[in-house]
């Protein structure tokens, strides 16, 4: 702790206060995001959402690291939103903002340990792997991502090309914030392989138990879109298997419906009940 003169380790506990869940208020939306006072004023989003990236950089990141061209980072942030819900590569990130790959890998680990992005990796049985593939990039606040994108309204995010993307984003914070506020260690993977079989999440349940995660922004689901649930539970056949289908269902229309045999189309929220 900085400023401490002892590390208090042993003598102190940790909490990590992530932006609000939907979990704990329905005010948490895609275009909203987590934050407390967005939810609370939200005709002065942007006005906070702007106050907020300029304190975060004039404050935390000067706290963490001596970094000097502040316009530079920001620029940085917008860049990662653009890549929301990809597979990191630091050397596509360094060459538009003219900086080096050594420096990206630095303001990515600030971003990380002040719970700014998500940084998901790829699930390999052989833990060595997971530390050395590339993981996939997401933001905690998906609030946050839309003022970084320019999206203000409903109808932009709907029409928006990056309307997946958050939707997988807000999925992953979602599923984060149940482990942590649960306190369990926080386990998320991803699935790719060179075949193009990709399944968005995959969550370790214990027991050799894995759950299998579909995240689609879509209002209505179909079996087909379910395919990659069913290819990869045979990849995984060692393996006690749960798959869902993650989507938003308009309100008034929930429920859980069941698209194949075993793959069932549920809400964040019935999902993040079935993880307790």
Known sequence: ???????????????????????????????????PEVLAHPSVSRTWFRS?????????????SSIRDLA??????????????????????????????????????????????????PFYENFGKRLIKSPKLYFYDSGLVCHLLGI?????????????????GFVASEIIKRQMNSGRTRQLYYFRDQQGLEVDFLVPGGDHKLILLEAKA?????????EPLSRLSK???????DRFLIYRPSKGKESISALRPGIKALSIEKLLATLS
Not at 6 to 33: D, N, Y
Not at 55 to 61: C, G, N, S
């Open 152 to 168: 203000e309204s409903e109808n932009m995010l709907k029409r928006s090309t990056f309307l997946g993307a958050i939707f997988e």
């Open 72 to 121: 530079t980072f920001r620029r940085f942030l917008s860049l990662l939103a653009s890549r929301c819900g990809q597979i990191l590569n630091r050397t596509d990130l360094a060459a538009p903002l003219g900086v080096t790959v050594p420096t990206i890998s630095e303001w990515l680990n600030i971003l990380e340990i002040t719970s700014q992005i998500i940084l998901v990796p």
């Open 52 to 64: 907020y990236i300029q304190t975060y950089l004039e404050r935390d990141v000067r706290a963490i």
């Open 235 to 241: 990849v995984v056949s060692n393996y006690k298997v």
């Open 218 to 226: 879509s209002r209505t689901v179909w079996p087909e879109i379910a």
């Open 1 to 35: 702790m900085k400023g401490a003169t002892e590390s208090m380790a042993g003598r102190a506990a940790v909490f990590h206060l992530l932006p609000l869940s939907v979990l704990e208020t329905p005010k948490v939306s895609l275009l909203s995001g987590g934050f």
